[in-house]
């Protein structure tokens, strides 16, 4: 299968039109921000149109931040015309500030090594629940969360820095 690359300005416009049509887009995740449950270049992500009424703390979207960056996180805070997002491999404090005109999507599903999970489904939900508790309980000054994303990343091959030859 031939790749190409794109532009995420070119590339979300064609999925903001497809979204305003009423149709379902999927886009295979690029960054680390969502770790360790979905990982870049391996898995990708199901958008939906948002319905406003499920835009509560857990929702996962995806959106624009103050800082003009493409995320799609999970909501930990709902105010008036904005929602805070905070991804799954940042830590708790590593948010950002999304208007809710600026959400294009909802996540409603996933494809993993070709299985595809929808994020109504009881797994995802238990590990949501998990990982909210995970950053709240705390062990010293880290919190569970932060013990689990160090030793997810010690672990995953993709972390470990390798030597380079010198050119």
Not at 24 to 50: C, H, Q, Y
Not at 131 to 151: P, T
Request: glycine share 8%; charged share 25%; with cysteine.
């Amino acid at each position: 299968m031939e790749t190409k690359v794109i532009s995420n300005d070119v590339m979300f416009a064609e999925v903001k039109k497809f979204i305003s049509e009423g149709c379902s887009v999927e886009i295979r995740v690029k960054g680390n921000s969502m770790n360790p449950f979905l990982a870049s270049g391996r898995d990708t992500i199901v958008l939906s149109p948002v319905i406003m009424e499920d835009l509560g703390p857990g929702a996962f979207v995806l959106g624009r931040d103050s800082f003009g960056r493409w995320v799609a996180h999970r909501i930990v805070k709902v105010a008036e015309d904005y929602v805070i997002l905070n991804g799954d491999g940042n830590f708790i404090k590593a948010t950002e500030r999304v208007e809710k005109s600026d959400i294009l999507a909802q996540v409603t599903g996933f494809v993993r090594k070709g299985r595809r999970c929808s994020t109504d489904g009881f797994s995802w939900k238990a590990y949501s629940a998990y990982w909210k508790v995970a950053g709240a309980l705390r062990i010293g000054s880290w919190s569970l969360r932060r013990v689990h994303l160090g030793i997810w990343r010690r672990l995953n091959s993709s972390y470990i820095l390798k030597p380079t030859a010198n050119k």
